[in-house]
């Protein structure tokens, strides 16, 4: 009897923190309210007090089906995790449960991010509808920010396209623009370009959110000159963390950095446009020299891999979310048993193995040839296999976070995993000297594991990692152990005491890479 | 663990002949290892088999290693909670730990596998003396005592330095015959390389694989608690 009141508790306690965070359909969020306002601090366990993120005891999974799913939808962007290590099943470890609970998060974010920008609920999402993070009141493109000649800019500027681009984005400026450079169709560490089965490259692109704009725009990160210079000599880089408000209170909240990384395919047929959540765009093609303008491409983009990078105070090794389209590839064990689907993005099922090669690069050269648009130069199609399996847990809550969404494109999209540093003491270790300006005082001498026991150890998405899946120690893809080594352009001061300490690590992220040369420098454009 | 099992008078590497075994495994053999491990690499990680341990077996495993090694408990096995306290642990109560390298599974599988019975002994050890006083000292008396379980221990003990197993009937020949070729050793895995804590000891990380921060030796390394936790 009594267990049965905790339950009955447990339920209208969740409702109660469903309807704090949640409007009904035709309510929808009002989209003048920046992401993130207020937090959404659902997890995946009922919590006690609606406005508390601590479960309820004994703890129940929050249940991910029609009698939730019009606040699960509009429940809002979460400012950070709220995982705890325990949860009904009791033959799970805490780390399964830590895991269900960020991959719970990884879902609520990925909702939030494609929600509509208009403020409409994603269940009202039609697959061409312009979400929140191609919102450019939410997310600027990093060449948006590391502007040519290294020019600071503000959050509010207008897109300024590329000059072969004008005349069409003046025609509609709601479209998305993508510029080309190596990483726009290179892999990580130049590890090899991605071609669908049509013969057209893959295309990636990076946007951060406005909090990371504006720590760059204060340090001036967005020149090669500025890192340089001896002002930022001794800056250890720390972007701002994501904060859930005080307990028991719902405003007092924020994101902190976000980063979105997305993979795409060019669609060419109506058949294809209707699976995928698609974009209009105008790509603008590597610039050949200096006095031609690139030509720039109007092509419909669909949506193929998925990347949030979330720094949290309590993870400032930031969390790695990472999905992608059910038709993007098949896993090992399907191509093992032949149980595969009639066609994917990037697999031939027809192909025989001595054929079409498995997870093998294309032939060089990797670089798109100007006279062939996007198409790839050789007949050569990537034929990619998923190495790692997603996990039965995973796959259970894709099916139900699926299904709450079935009718949109989104329920095409599945999650693959949630990177997330393990070590608990490790991850929220604050520097020892902390300064009330410096928030969050990320320690960022963390030894002898500055990743803090990243879970799980390798994650790769199959268009953003393709060829470093696996699990081979410091060769596979891992979130955090390959972006704990990103660095920026800072040098130590010449003045500076010589037993002092110097860093010029960028905070989990490459972006500072891309800051350009001073007008007139010796160093041209990176573009 | 409050002092290394090693410093005792009963510590396992005692002796003039026995340090010579053991002071074998230095430099040269974990430059070895390194090559082994990349022939590991090639050929694929080792069969974990489904593991029958209970959860108490594993408990034991990781108190047994601890005492082994001189290494805590909670860095062994990451997220390890004796309970209700560490000098009063109730298997029943008490948490393994769980992280997600878990490389004491792939150790505990390994040995199981090759060396039941002996093993299954030397958990009982654990089991037995997980609340004496000197509870490391305890363990390495029963260990002691017998040459199976002396000398399976030792391989315990380089299989978590090193991620190497040597063979314990190896080991004993070692010993009992000084000119004996060098013992052979095997590269468990690529996650075991990665994990041994040789290096970590040492203040340093094995070669090809690091999780030290970017620009790190261009300072003084940390101090040696926060890689082993003694």
């Excluded at chain 1, 031609?292 to 990347?307: A, I, S």
């Amino acid at each position: 009897m009594r267990n049965n009141s905790r339950a009955v508790l447990a339920v209208l306690t969740f409702v109660g923190v469903l309807s704090c965070f949640s409007s009904s359909p035709s309510q929808a969020q009002a989209p003048s309210k920046p992401l993130g306002q207020p937090c959404n601090l659902l997890s995946d366990l009922v919590q006690a007090n609606p406005r508390s993120p601590k479960p309820a005891v004994p703890p129940r999974l929050t249940p991910v089906d029609a009698t939730t799913k019009n606040s699960i939808l509009n429940s809002g962007l979460p400012c950070e995790e709220t995982v705890t290590g325990d949860g009904p099943d009791k033959t799970k470890t805490p780390l399964e449960h830590r895991q269900r609970g960020f991959d719970f998060y990884s879902w609520l974010t990925f909702i939030a991010l494609n929600s509509p920008a208009d403020g409409s609920g994603i269940d009202q999402s039609k697959p061409n509808t312009k979400t929140k993070w191609e919102d450019r009141a939410n997310f600027k493109q990093l060449l948006d920010v590391m502007l040519e000649g290294g020019l600071p800019s503000n959050w509010e500027d207008k897109k300024q396209p590329p000059p072969g681009c004008k005349s069409q984005f003046d025609a509609n400026p709601d479209m998305m623009v993508i510029e080309m450079i190596e990483e726009t169709f290179n892999q990580p560490f130049k590890t090899g370009a991605l071609i669908d089965q049509q013969g057209n490259y893959a295309l990636f692109d990076i946007l951060m959110n406005r909090q990371m704009f504006d720590y760059i725009q204060k340090h001036k990160l967005y020149s090669k000159a500025e890192q340089l210079s001896a002002a930022n000599s001794g800056l250890k880089i720390d972007f701002p963390a994501g904060v859930n408000p005080p307990d028991g209170q719902i405003e007092g909240g924020d994101p902190g950095g976000i980063i979105v990384k997305v993979s795409w395919k060019i669609l060419e047929s109506d058949q294809e446009k209707r699976k995928f959540h698609t974009v209009d765009a105008l790509v603008s093609m590597l610039r050949e020299d200096a006095t031609t303008e690139p030509p720039c491409l109007r092509k419909t983009l669909g949506l193929v891999g998925f990347h949030v990078m979330h720094k949290t105070k309590n993870r400032l090794q930031w969390i790695w979310t990472s999905f992608e389209h059910v038709d993007n590839v098949p896993e090992k064990k399907e191509v093992d048993s032949r149980k595969l689907k009639p066609s994917y993005s990037f697999y031939n099922p027809r192909c025989n193995a001595a054929t079409c090669k498995v997870n093998e690069t294309p032939p060089w050269p990797w670089k798109p040839e100007p006279s062939l648009g996007l198409k790839f130069h050789s007949p050569f199609k990537s034929q990619i296999v998923r190495v790692t399996p997603l996990t039965d847990d995973t796959k259970k809550m894709n099916k139900q976070f699926q299904g709450i969404l079935k009718g949109t494109v989104w329920e095409n999209y599945m999650l693959l995993s949630t990177q997330w540093p393990s070590d608990f003491l490790c991850a929220k270790k604050q520097t020892s000297d902390p300064k009330p300006e410096l928030a969050p005082n990320t320690d960022l001498e963390k030894e002898p594991d500055m990743n803090c026991a990243p879970a799980p150890t390798y994650l790769a998405n199959s268009t953003l990692e393709t060829y470093s899946q696996g699990s081979v120690p410091l060769a596979s893809s891992s979130c955090m152990a390959c972006h704990g080594n990103a660095a920026s352009y800072q040098q130590a001061s010449p003045d500076a005491n010589p037993t002092s300490k110097f860093f010029n690590q960028s905070d989990f992220t490459f972006m500072l890479e891309k800051a350009r040369e001073k007008a007139g420098s010796s160093g041209g454009s990176q573009r | 663990m409050t002092q290394s099992p090693h410093s005792g008078p009963n510590a396992i590497a005692q002796g003039r002949t026995e340090d010579r075994a053991v002071g074998a495994f230095t430099r040269r053999t974990v430059l070895a290892g390194a090559a082994a491990a990349t022939a590991a690499i090639s050929v694929g990680a080792v069969d974990s088999p489904a593991s029958a341990q209970s959860r108490q077996d594993m408990l034991a495993f990781v108190l047994l290693s601890a005492a082994l090694t001189g290494i805590a408990e909670g860095k062994l096995a990451p997220n390890f909670h004796a309970l209700p306290s560490s000098t009063n642990i109730d298997l029943e109560q008490s948490d393994p730990g769980s992280d997600p390298v878990d490389v004491k599974q792939e150790y505990f599988d390994w040995v199981n596998k090759r060396h039941q019975p002996t093993f299954r002994r030397l958990l009982q050890f654990a089991k037995d003396s997980r609340n004496a006083s000197d509870r490391a000292q305890a363990i390495i008396d029963k260990v002691q005592a017998r040459p199976d379980t002396k000398y399976l221990a030792r391989s315990i003990v380089l299989m978590w330095y090193l991620g190497a197993w040597y063979d314990p009937g190896h080991l004993q020949a070692l010993v009992e015959h000084p000119s004996a070729a060098p013992a052979k050793f095997e590269v468990i895995s690529p996650k075991a390389y990665t994990q041994g804590w040789a290096l970590r000891v040492a203040q340093a990380h094995p070669m090809g694989f690091s999780e030290m921060q970017f620009g790190y030796w261009s300072r003084p390394p940390s101090p040696r608690g926060d890689f082993i936790g003694n």
